[in-house]
């Protein structure tokens, strides 16, 4: 499939970038095109998986939850990897998994309330999944980028 985009397609994804809920009709007036345009090229976008859908950004601190931190599993064998990726899926403070190549087999983003919730997390939960051998905890004193890559 091809997956060519031109200068409209990447200003239209810079500006869902800023605001993914940016009306159609901003983004047209911004591009000086009309909203059925719009319209059709974010069709084309996501028909072409470009974008896959939209989120947003939660500010988890005003949620209560102040301690970010990183975690490099170990498992006892590659076999486990689907297993393990299904139980921490049943961890909603689990909000990232990546299976990795080098030290660990993966590599989570774990929010917690304080630190005490972040050790019963890692003591009580994700380090009693069957075939995590071991953790390596890395806390996250700041989030100094955080941004989407842009074409």
């Given amino acids: 499939m091809d997956l060519q985009i031109d200068s409209t397609d990447k200003r239209i994804i810079q500006l869902l970038a800023r605001d993914s809920r940016m009306p159609i009709l901003e983004i047209a ?5 009309s909203g059925a345009a719009v319209h059709q090229r974010l069709n084309k976008l996501k028909k072409k998986g470009i974008i896959t859908g939209s989120t947003i950004d939660l500010n988890y601190k005003a949620l209560g939850y102040t301690s970010c931190a990183y975690l490099g599993l170990y498992l ?3 076999s486990e990897y ?3 990726v299904h139980r921490l899926k049943s961890i909603p403070e689990v909000i990232e998994c990546h299976y ?3 030290k660990y087999s993966l590599f989570i983003k774990v929010i917690a309330k304080n630190n005490d919730h972040l ?3 890692l003591t009580d939960k994700i380090q009693k ?3 995590v051998n071991r953790t390596e905890t890395f806390i996250s004193l700041d989030e100094s ?4 890559l842009l074409p």
């Fill in 129 to 131: 999944i069957p075939g």
């Fill in 76 to 78: 006892d064998k590659a």
């Fill in 145 to 148: 980028i955080s941004r989407v």
């Fill in 100 to 102: 990795t190549t080098g």
């Fill in 29 to 33: 007036r911004d591009l000086n095109v």
């Fill in 82 to 84: 689907g297993k393990a």
């Fill in 119 to 121: 050790m019963s997390l």
